[in-house]
């Protein structure tokens, strides 16, 4: 189906069918086209080797500047954020859909977009019944998408806190799973261990949209040798391919661009995640081509005159993080604190900021993730299907009786059981 983006009738039909029923409800006259997780990942997957931003929108500034790329770039794009995030943030997963839905409408975005609540974690099986409440009220808030992340515990627990909390997420919705907790080169998933997750969720009529893989990246924002293992996540990909799951890359800041192409090119990647780099350029810190931090011969930021929040206000926010012993991975924790000193700075200082966020952010879709004029595929997917759930991409090919809470116990026994990795808050 050849599709014209700039076909308002067709928009306004994609509006009046694509919109989820939350969505719907809480913005009943509202032009943003705020879409199911699943519309983005069939996109990338109809492109064929393509991947979009999941930008994570601790700031309005950050919001504003990926809209405007996805825009840029006709690509159908995602704005997430995690559920630890709530703690240093003013924007959370309960009202990150009302900030998307008025900057939409504000800038005239027409592209597709998802809300994802990322990294809805679960480090002990206790927490399930509370997640049982916490994900519907977020559904309500106007979520679309999201990961349950119950990767911190055994094998076992992820796949049974995944098992409970499914029927919690609409049919419709975007869903991501994620196995082996995100903690750099030590204990990299593996493919016994991501087939035992999607095998034992088939087993249950639960098909996923993504998975996300412990495959060698820090979440951080100091250089290492350490990044994407890109023939380890093709290896695990090609094991599921007959799941019809993709790939959700997490902590792509630091990572070559050239490695970020492979994993589009080379991988089932259809999603991913991007955070510090965007935070640290809306600031307007110094960045490598990896969007890595540079640091001065004395190991402190460098902000560049001229981009960014103004100097006064960057004095201001490193004095801040002085007090409070703030390391550098942990300059995140400014966002709450300053987030309304940012919004308090001229129109010219918000508009470079949101520039700088918009331009980086539009050469990773349109250079490197292949992500360009993936804006008309999603919206033929939704014309296709007839409305706002396009269903699993897979079908239930394991056999339930070999997936009973007492045979995953005994396959999770065989398991070769390894150290995740090192000790560290790698939640976001």
Not at 13 to 29: A, D, Q, S, T
Not at 156 to 174: M, R, Y
Request: hydrophobic share 40%.
């Amino acid at each position: 189906m050849a599709l014209a983006h700039n076909s308002n009738d067709i928009f306004n039909k994609v509006l009046e069918i694509g919109r989820p029923p939350n969505i719907r409800k809480l913005f009943p006259n509202s032009r943003a086209l705020i879409v199911s997780g699943k519309v983005i990942d069939r996109a990338m997957l109809r492109k064929g080797h393509a991947m979009t931003i999941a930008a994570n929108g601790r700031s309005s500034i950050v919001i504003r500047g990926t809209l405007k790329a996805a825009q840029r770039a006709n690509a159908a794009v995602i704005i997430e954020i995690a559920k630890s995030e709530a703690d240093y943030c003013l924007i959370n997963m309960w009202n990150l859909a009302q900030y998307v839905d008025a900057y939409c409408n504000e800038l005239g975005i027409t592209v597709p977009v998802a809300v994802h609540a990322d990294h809805f974690g679960l480090k002990k099986p206790v927490e399930v019944d509370k997640a049982k409440i916490d994900i519907p009220s977020m559904i309500d808030a106007g979520i679309t998408s999201i990961a349950i992340d119950a990767s911190h515990m055994s094998e076992e627990e992820n796949l049974f806190a995944n098992i409970a909390l499914s029927s919690f997420i609409p049919k419709w919705a975007g869903y991501e799973t994620e196995v082996g907790e995100i903690k750099g080169k030590a204990g990299l998933s593996t493919p016994e261990e991501a087939l035992f997750l999607i095998r034992g969720l088939n087993a249950h009529d639960i098909f996923p949209d993504w998975i996300a893989l412990n495959n060698g990246t820090t979440h951080g924002i100091e250089e290492s040798d350490a990044g994407i293992q890109v023939d380890l996540t093709r290896e695990i990909h090609e094991a599921l391919a007959k799941y019809g799951i993709s790939g959700a890359q997490h902590g792509t800041s630091g990572n070559s661009v050239e490695r970020l192409k492979r994993i589009a090119s080379e991988t089932r990647t259809t999603k991913a995640n991007v955070a510090t780099a965007l935070q640290m350029i809306s600031w307007g810190v110094k960045v490598n081509q990896y969007g890595n931090a540079i640091l001065d011969e004395s190991g402190n930021f460098i902000k560049l005159r001229g981009e960014g929040v103004t100097e006064d206000l960057w004095h201001e926010m490193v004095s801040y993080a002085n007090d409070k012993s703030l390391k550098k991975g942990d300059y995140k924790k400014l966002n709450l604190p300053f987030e309304k000193r940012i919004l308090a700075q001229p129109k010219e200082i918000r508009e470079r900021m949101e520039k700088g966020v918009e331009d980086f952010a539009y050469d990773l879709l349109a250079k490197y993730f292949n992500a360009s004029d993936t804006a008309p595929l999603a919206m033929e997917a939704i014309l296709e299907a007839g409305s706002c759930e396009l269903g699993p991409k897979a079908k239930r090919i394991e056999n339930p009786a070999e997936w009973t809470r007492e045979k995953i116990l005994e396959k999770a026994a065989k398991l070769h059981k390894e150290e995740k990795g090192p000790k560290g808050n790698y939640e976001d």
